[in-house]
């Protein structure tokens, strides 16, 4: 198997546990990648998602999104944001069928069809294999329990994640996206 490096993981990041991943938390400082290998971004998004008006990111925070999407690009991998995030639009990322010149190429997934227990739209920006190649995606239709942000349907709400709930990757997703980095042949 091939070694990937998984960039802006948390420190009680699942990908600690999954062989062949080479992961970055905030201590080791993903800004100190060498390069040389796919790559699995996870860059803060609170300054690119739907709540930005109230994110207060730090200094050059949003830069590291920007950054994973050049990282991406030459190294090929897959960079994860949340679905909506202004990042596609400010990088020219493509949407729909759309392949950039890099052949990059989006991908809309939720979380909860690996064993999130919200709904957890994402995009997917993959370089380096085909859409065609990607592996098998479950898809699930069960009831979703939990919600990520307070919201109340016909007058009942459901339980709310906890932040450490709302930031992990669910298992079964990382070792999806693991499979994926390693099917990548960089140049």
């Known amino acids: 198997m091939k070694k990937v490096a998984v960039l802006f993981a948390r420190s009680d990041s699942i990908y600690k546990t999954i062989p062949n991943c080479d992961v970055y938390d905030k201590e080791r400082d993903a800004r100190t990648f060498p390069g040389g290998m796919p790559v699995i971004c996870h860059p803060p998004c609170r300054a690119w998602g739907r709540l930005r008006a109230f994110a207060k990111p730090e200094p050059g925070e949003m830069d590291l999104a920007r950054w994973s999407v050049k990282l991406v690009r030459q190294f090929g991998g897959v960079l994860e944001h949340p679905e909506t995030s202004v990042l596609w639009k400010e990088q020219g990322l493509p949407l729909g069928l759309d392949v ?12 909860f069809w690996w064993g999130h227990k919200a709904r957890k739209r994402t995009w997917l ?7 065609s190649e990607l592996p098998i995606m479950p898809i699930r239709f069960d009831a979703i329990t939990h919600t990520i942000s307070s919201t109340i349907r ?17 298992q079964k997703f990382a ?3 693991v499979s ?3 099917s990548i042949e960089i140049n």
């Open 154 to 170: 016909r007058g009942r709400a459901k339980p709310q994640t906890t932040k450490a709930e709302r930031e992990h990757t669910p």
């Open 125 to 131: 920006y993959v370089v380096g294999i085909d859409r």
């Open 100 to 111: 950039d010149e890099f052949g990059g190429y989006t991908v809309s997934v939720d979380q």
């Open 175 to 177: 070792e999806w996206l």
């Open 180 to 182: 994926v980095a390693e």
